[in-house]
């Protein structure tokens, strides 16, 4: 289990990824034929695990994400949370979970000195309607292009390069960096 209390109080920088629209089964499958081999040295255990998101499209698993609640096992004992809104005080957190004393982990987080950035893939980052600036408003600083999105062949390649950019523009301090990969192509 991370330590993410430890990791937070002392600076440590993050990337947080989201595959917006990967399947467990197509991971699973492609990973088994040795389609994903750089990847696979990624995963704990060289494989996927089986996880329930809290919401059943982006928006909604975002908000919950950014709230503490993470994919969850699909069985009654889960691992610690790696962070959370601190609780009401009948309620036991584990020492290794971080605790935010803030609606949310991004705010939580500037109060550590966080630069909170994302690179939004899907249009919930878009800013291009009222409600695509929901997410982005949560962060410090928001990414968003037409060619971050799944209809570009190259979109999470465009992606990653403007998180690298972001990660060498921020080095030296502690960073937030939140990637919403649009395109889980071939």
């Known amino acids: 289990m991370i330590n993410a209390a430890d990791a937070i109080l002392a600076g440590t920088n993050i990337l947080f990824v989201t595959l917006d629209s990967l399947r467990y089964d197509v991971a699973r499958m492609a990973l088994d034929e040795g389609r994903t081999p750089h990847l696979a040295r990624l995963l704990p255990g060289g494989g996927w695990e089986l996880r329930q998101t809290p919401g059943t499209f982006t928006l909604p698993s975002h908000m919950a994400f950014f709230s503490g609640f993470l994919p969850k096992l699909p069985q009654p004992e889960q691992p610690p949370r790696l962070w959370e809104c601190r609780p009401p005080s009948f309620k036991t957190v584990p020492s290794q979970t971080f605790l935010f004393e803030a609606p949310n982990l991004l705010e939580g987080l500037n109060q550590h000195d966080y630069r909170t950035v994302c690179v939004g893939g899907v249009t919930y980052f878009s800013r291009e309607t009222p409600l695509g600036g929901v997410l982005p408003d949560m962060f410090d600083e928001d990414h968003w292009r037409p060619e971050f999105c799944s209809p570009e062949p190259d ?32």
């Open 155 to 186: 979109s999470t390649r465009h992606q990653v390069d403007r998180a690298l950019g972001l990660a060498d523009q921020y080095s030296g301090r502690p960073l937030f960096l939140f990637v919403n990969i649009s395109a889980t192509g071939p």
